[in-house]
């Protein structure tokens, strides 16, 4: 292998790993995006979550046994 093959090659792996430099960035972008959803869908879980123990809460204090019935 000659001093010419090296270059192609070594400009070749730079390349590629330019690309996978590249890519990962792009993926770390979408991980964060999905952790920040993951978040906030946790935050509205924990309201909801709240929301059903406060009806719940109404519910045993107004003396209801079972699930409301049709309004």
Known sequence: MDKADIERRVIALESALAHLQAELQDLSDVIAGQWQVID???????????????????????GGDGPPGPA
């Open 40 to 62: 906030r869908l946790g935050g509205r879980l924990d309201s909801a979550e709240a929301l059903v123990g406060r009806l719940d809460a109404d519910r045993q204090d107004d």
